[in-house]
């Protein structure tokens, strides 16, 4: 058993691993962090890295034995005493990469039962954080997989009455603005799928340059043309796609499956229009 330091040298590897697709070595390092904090007592610590264990099982593919990792690391979470607003934070995040581990492997009753879960902890504990909003986003994904498109909605908007109260979290409330306007237009519900995208896109358009900002950009852009194609306003939906498709070739290249998608579209466009 190594030092506490030393076990956190392993688990700051291991999340470098991790980042880099290094997903063996990073679990090799995660595994003696992981014996290191159990050795010297600290649960927090050795619940933290378990749930990594168990994200770098899934980088792998090993779900059984990522949801055994989550498992043991709610264990050690619950087995500490000090209920602290961290430690609630942590045990929520777990059940919430459960949650889309056991709808991967088809437990959709479990997968359900960990969701709500999570709400709990969120709600009875009025933990209004980043990493929360980010959690009701992956959640609101479950949750539109399990065909319950308005409580998927309802997340997504309580997260960005969350993201919204952060300073310099624009960008993050347009992604989400971009993520109700895509599932509204998958349900057919054009305006209000027109509304959300062009929130997002005013956001976008203010925040500057930079890669991320212009890939998101170049692809709400692809979507709010897809809108006017279901409004039968053509001349817009062009316009859109065209737009989307200078920022994704900049962006990406010509190649790049979203470029392509964009390219199929325009096409679609000019062909309506008799161009």
């Given at each position: 058993?190594?030092?506490?330091?030393?076990?956190?040298?392993?688990?700051?590897?291991?999340?470098?691993?991790?980042?880099?697709?290094?997903?063996?070595?990073?679990?090799?390092?995660?595994?003696?962090?992981?014996?290191?904090?159990?050795?010297?007592?600290?649960?927090?610590?050795?619940g933290?890295?378990?749930?990594?264990?168990?994200?770098?099982?899934?980088?792998?593919?090993?779900?059984?034995?990522?949801?055994?990792?989550?498992?043991?690391?709610?264990?050690?979470?619950?087995?500490?005493?000090?209920?602290?607003?961290g430690t609630?934070?942590?045990?929520?995040?777990?059940?919430?990469?459960?949650?889309?581990?056991?709808?991967?492997?088809?437990?959709?009753?479990?997968?359900?039962?960990?969701?709500?879960?999570?709400?709990?902890?969120?709600?009875?504990?009025?933990?209004?954080?980043?990493?929360?909003?980010?959690?009701?986003?992956?959640?609101?994904?479950?949750?539109?997989?399990?065909?319950?498109?308005?409580?998927?909605?309802?997340?997504?908007?309580?997260?960005?009455?969350?993201?919204?109260?952060?300073?310099g979290?624009?960008?993050?409330?347009?992604?989400?603005?971009?993520?109700?306007?895509?599932?509204?237009?998958?349900?057919?519900?054009?305006?209000?799928?027109?509304?959300?995208?062009?929130?997002?896109?005013?956001?976008?358009?203010?925040?500057?340059?930079?890669r991320?900002?212009?890939?998101?950009?170049?692809?709400?852009?692809?979507?709010?043309?897809?809108?006017?194609?279901?409004?039968?306003?053509?001349?817009?939906?062009?316009?859109?796609?065209?737009?989307?498709?200078?920022?994704?070739e900049?962006?990406y290249?010509?190649?790049?499956?979203?470029?392509?998608?964009?390219?199929?579209?325009?096409?679609?466009?000019?062909?309506?229009?008799?161009?």
């Open positions: 058993s190594g030092t506490v330091g030393e076990a956190s040298d392993r688990l700051l590897m291991g999340l470098i691993c991790n980042e880099s697709g290094k997903h063996e070595a990073a679990l090799e390092n995660f595994i003696l962090a992981r014996d290191s904090f159990n050795f010297s007592g600290d649960k927090i610590e050795e933290s890295v378990e749930a990594s264990i168990g994200d770098t099982y899934v980088f792998l593919g090993c779900l059984d034995k990522a949801v055994t990792a989550y498992q043991k690391a709610l264990i050690t979470f619950k087995s500490n005493n000090i209920k602290s607003r609630h934070i942590d045990i929520a995040s777990v059940y919430v990469s459960l949650a889309g581990v056991y709808l991967r492997v088809g437990k959709v009753r479990e997968s359900r039962g960990c969701c709500e879960t999570a709400l709990r902890i969120y709600a009875r504990n009025g933990i209004k954080e980043e990493i929360v909003a980010c959690a009701l986003t992956e959640i609101a994904i479950i949750y539109e997989t399990l065909n319950e498109h308005k409580e998927a909605i309802s997340l997504l908007k309580k997260a960005i009455f969350i993201l919204v109260t952060i300073p979290r624009k960008n993050m409330v347009a992604g989400v603005e971009a993520q109700i306007g895509i599932l509204e237009y998958l349900h057919r519900n054009y305006m209000d799928a027109h509304s959300f995208l062009s929130k997002a896109l005013l956001k976008l358009r203010e925040s500057g340059e930079g991320n900002n212009s890939s998101l950009l170049g692809m709400v852009l692809n979507h709010m043309g897809l809108v006017y194609v279901q409004l039968s306003d053509m001349q817009q939906a062009v316009k859109m796609f065209e737009e989307s498709k200078n920022i994704l900049a962006t290249g010509p190649h790049h499956p979203e470029t392509l998608s964009v390219y199929s579209n325009l096409a679609g466009a000019y062909d309506a229009l008799g161009r």
